[in-house]
């Protein structure tokens, strides 16, 4: 005679052979089903009514203790691995909260420094940061400013700044220079800055700055450096032409953008400049991939900041091409005779404009 028990928990007595003990209990295959699951992290079989997790994922106390933490947005289950973090915020996330709360999230921290996303093609790269002030340091301006360049891509991102009253940093990622002239929305930038209230060259508080990229001005660590000697050469030479492109006084330079001093060899100046440790000068060496130029007063003026950028590619070029001895024969009429008005016309009228080209009558427009 087949020998029968009773489960302890629907009371059914049924054969022997169909039982299965589980935590000390005699079960029917059935309510060990129902009444039973297991870990998905470790494997391990637990009552369902003990089991943790989610919808997602069942889990054991144990493993949601130690390999798992919820999203501080929207409470769903994330595996430690895989929590996502804002900057300057040490709650974890979900992938799509973090990414959402990134958007609403207008006006970064000063440290703020994702990885670089590169535009264009070509081997020089140029990152502007723009500073505006006078309109407040607003998240919804800086979303409208920030939507205004993005456009479906992230081209730029707006930094706090202490240097500034009620302001912001826009910071744009390294970018060709063809890539700023005909795809970088800058327009649209400068118009929704106006539009909001922000100045920036009237300000008298902001800096436009520019980062190019060390690898685009040698092949060689000892290439980089000889091309950085005579590009801080040809500025402390055409220091009063610099000066009047700047648009900055000279009190504002000594405090931003020092100079380092005219010295009769290019080698001269970039000893006095790794001698330097201080980023406030007129061009910055202390970052380990970009040199930073540093001396130009900000503006919300689109052909100026062109302009600028043009500049800054002139003299790397001239400084990667010509030897020692040329750059140390170059006058600024000869440097200036080496533009092309159809492929530079922006910085050709602000030389026009500032009387650094031709001594010719030029209408201007007001720096914002």
Known sequence: ML???VCSACGEELPLAGSIVFDGRS?????HDD???VCERCGERIWRENACGDDTITLCEDCEDRYFEHCAECGRLVAME???YLPDDNDGYCESCR???MQEQGVRSYCYKPEPIFYGVGTRYMGVELEIDSAGESDYNARLIRDAANQGQERIYIKHDGSLDEGL????HPMTLSYHMSEMPWQAVIDKARQLGYTSHQSGTCGLHVHVNRSSLGDTYRQQDDTIARILFLVETFWHELLRFSRRTQSQLERWAA????KDEPQDVLRSAKGSYNRYTCVNLMPSETIEFRIFRGTLKYNTIIATLQLVEAICDVAAVLSDDEVKGLTWS???SRLYEDTTPELIQYLKERRLYVNEPVETSEEV
Do not use: P
């Open 35 to 37: 009444l039973t699951c």
């Open 82 to 84: 895989d929590l996502c």
């Open 334 to 336: 000869e440097f200036v």
């Open 169 to 172: 940093e826009i910071v744009t």
């Open 27 to 31: 079960l029917c295959w059935s309510c």
């Open 99 to 101: 990414n959402r709360l």
């Open 259 to 262: 100079r380092y001093g005219r």
């Open 3 to 5: 020998e029968n028990f």
